[in-house]
């Protein structure tokens, strides 16, 4: 049953977002009613689906014709399902928490609706059956991170960040097309005949057709797609829009970090995987990279002063935790997408946390300035036990998510050393790790 309503998913948030622009300034809270409800009615039907396809693996497909030569679609697989649920209940959380911490600002309307577009967004890419769908709501999901890093706009450091971080991305996304026209070039020359229903860039089309593209042209058609996946989720070396993405309202910070834009390169990559895995010198670059951003921004969270930058540095390191269990996938198979799914679905949840914490902090004391926080788990004992949790599960504290998730990681990235594929991003995880606990206590 709530399989056929499955579009109402990013549906809802968007009619949230137009109610919001239109009515939301004559209304309490600025109309933020709006799109908590929605986002949290997308968790709804995302768990009724859930329990529909869960038990027997099922599939939900549904397409139809947009203009003369695209195809919009809807598939909703175990690995979307996870997602989806993951998006709409942090955001709803999220959202939620807002509405007090956004109350009396002027903008408040104009967040909620910006917050729902971008809500929507995520969840349009998240259920796309075809890469060109993908890569619209993928750049919907770009140009609304523009509008609320740079929502408090009079702020010359926040307008300088928005601007960062638009342009930043980018790069990779300039990538990521180059590599679907790749794609498409290369598919479009095997004059493949398609059952009813399929079209090329479909996903599962795309899959079917891996063993017919030249492996040269494979290896590139990756890399390519890796580059947009290095820029939105942070990677080294287009990480540097992601610390000062901070200039936003803490909410926005929680978004980005844990439940939409960054999460959004490694979904693509998990999404690709069968591509990646097919073009084993692509997937080799993924671990490098991955492991590489996760040992480096670990020592620069170590250094930082600004708890909000701790975070953001931390993000990056847990993404590139996240790339190399995908990269080191040439060993250990398509279990390496489950292994960096468990990881991101737990760093969304103690990362909005984390976030939502320093964001009250903030407000008590005034200051981002960590060395000026003393005594916070005294003065506010249920904003510190909680943030204590967040800051275990982050350093990856026995029983934890992210002990289990981490531990998965390096496992993984332990087997693809000892098939003699390379033991840098087993050291890269493991010194990672390390460091990790050490800038998880300074919070």
């Not at 947009?228 to 080294?236: E, L, N, W």
């Not at 975070?311 to 960096?340: P, R």
């Amino acid at each position: 049953m709530y399989q056929d309503y499955a579009y109402l998913i990013v549906g809802l948030p968007i009619l949230a977002f137009v109610l919001t622009i239109f009515l939301g300034w004559h209304l309490p809270k600025g109309g933020g009613f709006f799109t908590v409800l929605a986002t949290f009615a997308g968790f709804i039907l995302s768990f009724g689906i859930f329990r529909e396809i869960y038990p027997n693996n099922e599939i939900v497909h549904q397409s139809m014709h947009w203009f003369a030569s695209f195809n919009a679609g809807i598939l909703i697989d175990p690995l979307a399902i996870v997602m989806l649920l993951m998006v709409t209940f942090v955001c709803t959380m999220i959202h939620t928490y807002a509405l007090g911490y956004m109350e009396g600002d002027p903008g408040m309307a104009r967040y909620f609706a910006e917050a729902g577009l971008f809500t929507a967004a995520m969840l349009g890419l998240v259920f796309s059956d075809n890469l060109l769908q993908l890569f619209i709501f993928w750049e919907l999901v770009g140009l609304c991170s523009y509008l609320l890093i740079g929502f408090w706009y009079r702020k010359p450091s926040a307008a300088s960040a928005a601007k960062k971080a638009f342009l930043v991305t980018r790069v990779g996304d300039v990538m990521f097309l180059a590599g679907i026209i790749l794609l498409y070039t290369n598919m479009a020359k095997l004059n493949l005949v398609l059952p009813e229903g399929a079209y090329l860039l479909q996903f599962q089309t795309i899959y079917d057709s891996l063993t017919l593209i030249p492996p040269d042209q494979l290896t590139w058609i990756a890399i390519l797609l890796f580059g947009g996946a290095v820029g939105k989720s942070g990677q080294f070396p287009l990480h540097v829009w992601l610390p000062d993405a901070m200039e936003g309202p803490t909410t926005v910070s929680a978004m980005i970090h844990a439940a939409t834009m960054v999460t959004a390169g490694v979904y693509l990559v998990a999404r690709m995987f069968p591509l990646f895995y097919a073009a084993p010198n692509a997937l080799m670059v993924v671990a490098y990279v991955g492991g590489f951003t996760a040992l480096f921004a670990a020592t620069m969270g170590i250094v930082m002063f600004d708890i909000k930058r701790v975070l953001a540095y931390s993000t990056v390191s847990q993404l590139g935790y996240m790339m190399a269990g995908l990269g080191v996938g040439a060993a250990v198979g398509a279990s390496a997408v489950g292994v960096s799914m468990f990881h991101l679905i737990g760093h969304s949840f103690f990362k909005a946390l984390l976030f939502l914490c320093a964001g009250s902090v903030i407000h008590a004391v005034g200051t981002n300035d960590m060395r000026e926080m003393g005594g916070v788990l005294k003065s506010m004992k249920w904003t510190g036990l909680t943030m204590l949790a967040g800051s275990l599960t982050l350093a990856g504290f026995p029983l934890t998510t992210g002990f289990f998730s981490k531990d998965e990681v390096i496992i993984a990235a332990y087997e693809h050393g000892a098939l003699g594929m390379g033991w840098l991003p087993y050291v890269f995880a493991i010194v990672a790790a390390l460091l990790t606990a050490i800038y998880a206590f300074r919070l």
